[in-house]
């Protein structure tokens, strides 16, 4: 399966964007799903995952009551909205398989969409 984000741009702080990670050559039922990120000179981190066969979702408390993530399989899509966004948002966002623990990443990275929070 490859995934393709897609969605990132500029926006002022307090504003909103929805992330698509679109997925090909396979779908993503029974497929956990996550969204990273990485800001310029950081480390790539986790900040929301979601597991499709028992519906656990997890965010990383940066993101807790701001971002939500969610699916639609029959588009075979992940999303990521954002809302309230900060200039510390500002990063590369990338979409990835996670194992159904949801603490393990899985497959390989696809190119990211750059998210830019203006303040």
């Known amino acids: 399966v490859q995934l393709a984000e897609s969605g990132g741009g500029l926006v002022q702080a307090g504003g909103s964007l929805r992330l698509s990670c679109a997925a090909s050559?396979?779908?993503?039922?029974?497929?956990?799903m996550g969204w990273f990120r990485q800001a310029p000179g950081g480390v790539r981190e986790g900040i929301a995952c979601?597991?499709?066969?028992?519906?656990?979702?997890a965010y990383a408390e940066s993101v807790q009551g701001r971002f939500t993530i969610s699916r639609d399989n029959v588009k075979n899509t992940v999303y990521l909205q954002m809302d309230k966004l900060k200039p510390e948002d500002t990063a590369v966002y990338y979409c990835?398989?996670?194992?159904?623990?949801?603490?393990?990443?899985?497959?390989?990275w696809g190119q990211g969409t750059q998210v830019t929070v203006s303040s």
């Open positions: 050559g396979g779908d993503l039922i029974y497929v956990h």
């Open positions: 990835s398989r996670m194992s159904s623990t949801l603490n393990i990443r899985l497959g390989s």
């Open positions: 979601i597991n499709d066969e028992d519906g656990r979702i």
